[in-house]
């Protein structure tokens, strides 16, 4: 019998698109199966309506230790020393963990954030600038600046940013040494922060969560290791691959520099049409019905966002975005910093394009190296000129 199950490929040929073979995934029908790297097979979802139907499904799970959990590129590795890990969690000890953060994502807390996003930005371009011309983006603008925010927002004091900046950087380096830093680093902090309280994430959840041994030190170190998790490279790799889109569609551009009034809205825009989380992993624990077909318990299923974001248009309009898209998933795991990743994009784009108004990529986009076959969509490298 010949194989009908196609495979899905991870890797983006344009990087602003979804990954190469999405057209006919898509005409397979909303939910359709699929073979996954390593050659098992799982249920991926490509239409708007089941994507957010599963999502919001109790029946599905986030774990990654159950046995059809699906791996979707080689590298996948779990993080089973990170599993304070809101993401990887089901309830009830996902609603535990999410319930404690909650208080640090508040408009609020967000809004006492955004002078000092402001400034982070301001102190990066300047110091770019002063750099001159060529630079890469990605190195000295787009990494940097969310890990500073994640900084402020975990209350790492001022002078040790640098170095937090620095570690984060090298993060995912092959040593596993600036890893280990930043382990080392945050239970340290969380020491000093017990008898020294500041401001901060680490420090709201000091007074009420291990004040009332709800957590423990070493658990609330982890907590702040996933926040820089979530929030780096993802804001990092949208604000490079956002400026790379915008400088290689110059009437939306245009758009953008002509009135800061469009700046949310191309935000949300660039969040849907680029979709850099490109697939969103569950797992059924019950038989679901859904778009014509049976789920089976323990089948392992695969939100295509990127693609279902495409639904709306496959064209990038900065004046015209879609409200509902899934550019920060849906249902109980959605994006939980979304209000801040939002406030940090729209801030590092209008400083971006203002200061620096003849920014332009230095070489040609298809020259622009990838991060190969990742799920989360991004560059290794941004060169550009002014
Ligand atoms: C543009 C930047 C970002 C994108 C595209 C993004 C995307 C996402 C997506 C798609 C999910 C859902 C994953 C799933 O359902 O399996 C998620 C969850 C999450 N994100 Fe973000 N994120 C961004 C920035 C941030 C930032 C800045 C933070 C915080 C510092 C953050 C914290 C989280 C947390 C804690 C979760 C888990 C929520 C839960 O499981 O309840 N994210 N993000």
Redesign the pocket.
């Known amino acids: 019998m010949t194989d009908t199950i196609p495979a899905i490929t991870v890797g983006r040929t344009c990087p602003f698109d979804p990954p190469d073979g999405s057209a006919e995934l898509r005409e397979r029908g909303p939910v359709a199966r699929v073979r996954l790297f390593g050659g098992h097979t799982a249920w991926l979802v490509t239409g708007h309506a089941e994507a957010r139907a599963l999502?919001a499904d109790p029946r599905v799970s986030?774990d990654q230790s159950k046995p059809n959990y699906p791996v979707l590129q080689p590298t996948h590795t779990r993080l089973t020393d990170l599993d304070t890990t809101?993401?990887f969690n089901d309830p009830p000890k996902?609603t535990r963990l999410?319930r404690m953060?909650i208080s640090s994502f508040t408009v609020r807390k967000i809004a006492a954030l955004r002078p000092k996003i402001e400034r982070i930005v301001t102190e990066r371009l300047d110091a770019m600038i002063a750099a001159g011309p060529p630079a890469d983006l990605l190195a000295s603008f787009a990494l940097p600046v969310?890990s500073m925010v994640?900084c402020e927002?975990l209350g790492v004091p001022y002078e040790d940013h640098e170095f937090f900046e620095e570690q984060s950087r090298h993060r995912r380096d092959p040593d596993g040494q600036a890893l280990q830093n930043l382990v080392t680093y945050l239970r340290d902090l969380v020491q000093k922060k017990i008898y020294k309280p500041g401001d901060g994430l680490l420090d709201d959840l000091i007074a009420e969560q291990v004040a009332e041994g709800k957590l423990d030190h070493d658990e609330l170190a982890m907590m702040g290791m996933?926040?820089l998790v979530?929030?780096h490279d993802?804001?990092g790799h949208?604000i490079s691959l956002g400026t790379m889109l915008l400088l290689s569609k110059p009437d939306q551009l245009a758009k953008v520099r002509a009135d800061q009034a469009v700046i949310p809205g191309a935000v949300e825009e660039l969040?849907r049409y680029l979709t850099?989380?490109t697939f969103?992993?569950r797992t059924a624990t019950e038989d679901i019905e859904l778009g014509g077909h049976t789920i089976k318990a323990g089948d392992g299923v695969v939100v295509a966002?990127s693609i279902v974001n495409r639904e709306h248009s496959d064209e990038l309009d900065v004046d015209n975005s879609m409200r509902q898209h899934l550019?920060?998933?849906f249902?109980?795991?959605?994006?939980?910093?979304?209000n801040?990743?939002r406030a940090?994009?729209e801030i590092a784009f209008r400083h971006l394009f203002h200061r620096i108004p003849t920014l332009r990529l230095a070489v040609p986009v298809d020259e622009v190296s990838r991060r190969p076959e990742a799920v989360l969509s991004g560059v290794t490298e941004l060169p550009v000129d002014w």
Request: a neutral charge; aromatic letters at 2%.
């Open positions: 999502l986030s809101v993401v996902h999410r953060l969310p994640i927002l996933a926040m979530a929030g993802t804001t949208m969040l850099i989380a969103l992993p966002s550019a920060f998933g249902g109980i795991h959605q994006c939980l910093g979304q801040l990743a940090e994009l």
